[in-house]
T-cell receptor, first 120, second 112 residues
Framework: DSGVTQTPKHLITATGQRVTLRCSPR?????VYWYQQSLDQGLQFLIH???????AKGNILERFSAQQFPDLHSELNLSSLELGDSALYFC???????????????????FGEGSRLTVL | ELKVEQNPLFLSMQEGKNYTIYCNYS?????LYWYRQDPGKSLESLFV?????AVKQEGRLMASLDTKARLSTLHITAAVHDLSATYFC????????????FGTGTRLKVLA
């Protein structure tokens, strides 16, 4: 268990609709990343938030938006859905890691189980 | 634009054999990560390489980093079926951005 929680796990919807994916990072992690993984494809970086502020944007469509709330959970909103938006959406968090008694920031990502979106 | 490339993209190998997966990245970075993904599952962190010359080993896998060559390798020793998965390398915080970019992935299949 990575400590990162994503909901819902599965979502089936129709073209033109709007959905919201939710992510709760590991306790204490300030950074949240969102990725899209289409069938048999790699991971496409969408967006990175740190402590409520947007830090970096990747190839995120204008139909998609995200935010990170004061309690550090994050939501990814996908609107005007198209068939091609069907994919696995991953959230990951990073922060301080405890190893052998020391606490350091390594940049290692901890991934949620993903939200599988199917657009029909 | 940061690019992270892996090769090979697909690798089918016999149990007991050795092989190396290569990860090249296009801009300066002192940090590189390796992750494993089983089909339909999430990603699991394997190695964190934080400096030039870093070498980490876990079981039959060994990862190394050469920041001057912008190259990391993941070496598989005496492969077993349980190592069948997709392996990704990733780079973060290069050129002053906070993007965290993954490589194309290498799908490894170990044949009994």
């Amino acid at each position: 268990d990575s400590g990162v929680t994503q909901t819902p796990k599965h979502l089936i919807t129709a073209t033109g609709q709007r959905v919201t994916l939710r992510c709760s990072p590991r306790s204490g992690d300030l950074s949240v990343y969102w990725y899209q993984q289409s069938l048999d494809q790699g991971l496409q970086f969408l967006i990175h938030y740190y402590n409520g502020e947007e830090r970096a944007k990747g190839n995120i469509l204008e139909r998609f938006s995200a935010q990170q709330f004061p309690d550090l959970h994050s939501e990814l909103n996908l609107s005007s859905l198209e068939l091609g938006d069907s994919a696995l959406y991953f959230c990951a968090s990073s922060g301080i890691t405890s190893t052998s008694g020391s606490r350091t920031y390594t940049g290692e990502l901890f991934f949620g189980e993903g939200s599988r979106l199917t657009v029909l | 634009e940061l690019k992270v490339e892996q090769n090979p993209l697909f690798l089918s190998m016999q149990e007991g054999k050795n092989y190396t997966i290569y990860c090249n990245y296009s801009t300066t970075s002192d940090r590189l990560y390796w992750y494993r993904q089983d089909p339909g599952k999430s990603l699991e962190s394997l190695f964190v390489l934080l400096s030039n010359g870093a070498v980490k080993q876990e079981g039959r896998l060994m990862a190394s980093l050469d920041t001057k060559a912008r190259l990391s390798t993941l070496h598989i020793t005496a492969a077993v079926h349980d190592l069948s998965a997709t392996y990704f390398c990733a780079v973060d915080r290069t050129s002053g951005t906070y993007k965290y970019i993954f490589g194309t992935g290498t799908r490894l299949k170990v044949l009994a």
